[in-house]
């Protein structure tokens, strides 16, 4: 993973912090992180580090990682389904954009029932299924 894919997802994980940590506290710590890395003032490295020692967090992360893998596959095979680790069952990967007409905020990709869909990062609203 390189700088920029790190700091990606931590803007990503930045929008679903409401939905993943229930202690204010330690979403400000996270925000404050994110925040630093933003401002170069800590190295992604570090800021993933940060991350990853909060298990709701570095779940998140690692569900994204393996997303991010799904979906290069997915695209580059132009498959309508993407098979599910460890199961026979499949989804159609549901695309969620910015509701705002022309952002260009890259799409999300849903891939199982009860993933969170992140914010836009630039508008801060709740990215939604795409018509
Ligand atoms: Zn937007």
Redesign the pocket.
């Given at each position: 993973m390189n700088d920029e894919q790190i700091l990606n997802l931590a803007y990503g994980l930045r929008g679903v912090l409401p939905d993943l940590l229930a202690d204010s506290d330690q979403r400000d710590d996270l925000r404050a992180a994110i925040a630093a890395a933003e401002r170069g003032e800590l190295s992604p490295s570090d800021l993933f580090r940060q991350l990853a020692q909060h298990p709701e967090a570095r779940r998140w992360l690692q569900d994204q990682t393996v997303d991010a893998n799904r979906t290069l596959s997915f695209s580059s095979a132009k498959a309508p389904f993407i098979p599910l680790a460890g199961g026979g069952s499949a989804i159609a990967a549901q695309e969620y954009v910015?509701p705002?007409p022309g952002?260009t905020?890259p799409s999300w990709f849903r891939q199982r029932i009860g993933q969170t869909p992140p914010e836009?990062q630039?508008?801060h609203?709740r990215l939604i299924l795409k018509a």
């Open positions: 910015c705002e952002c905020h836009c630039i508008h609203k």
